[in-house]
């Protein structure tokens, strides 16, 4: 069993920068691909990003290209979300979650964390 747990949220600016980070426990982190989703009020759960599970190749929506960056540190466990230049539609709870298949479908992914708040001001 591989808990998640997610920290880094808050309340910030339009144009302003947030890191999200994902501690993994409970299980062999390296094995998984990791990914970010995020949901807003009224909204289903939609992808964010994802990782492979050696941190060479990684996905990204197309709402998020060119502004936030996923990566993973194997040896401590950790993926984070850097999130630049962040707008208010960026609101929503954010969830780390673990798969063993490199995927965008929340479908496929078998862990998740409880999730952390996003929220942008304009």
């Known amino acids: 069993q591989v808990t998640l747990v997610e920290s880094g949220g808050g309340l910030v600016q339009a144009g302003d920068s947030l890191r999200l980070s994902c501690a993994a426990s409970?299980?062999?982190?390296?094995?998984?691909?990791m990914g970010w989703f995020r949901q807003a009020p009224g909204k289903e759960r939609e992808f964010v990003a994802a990782?492979?599970?050696?941190?060479?190749?990684?996905l990204n929506s197309d709402s998020v290209k060119g502004r936030f960056t996923i990566s993973r540190y194997n040896a401590e466990s950790t993926v984070t979300l850097q999130m630049n230049g962040l707008k208010p539609e960026d609101t929503a709870v954010y969830y780390c979650?673990?798969?063993?298949?490199?995927?965008?479908?929340?479908?496929?992914?078998?862990?998740w964390g409880q999730g952390t708040q996003v929220t942008v001001s304009s």
């Open positions: 409970g299980g062999t982190f390296s094995r998984f691909v």
């Open positions: 990782v492979t599970s050696s941190g060479y190749s990684t």
């Open positions: 979650a673990a798969t063993t298949s490199y995927s965008r479908s929340s479908a496929t992914y078998d862990y």
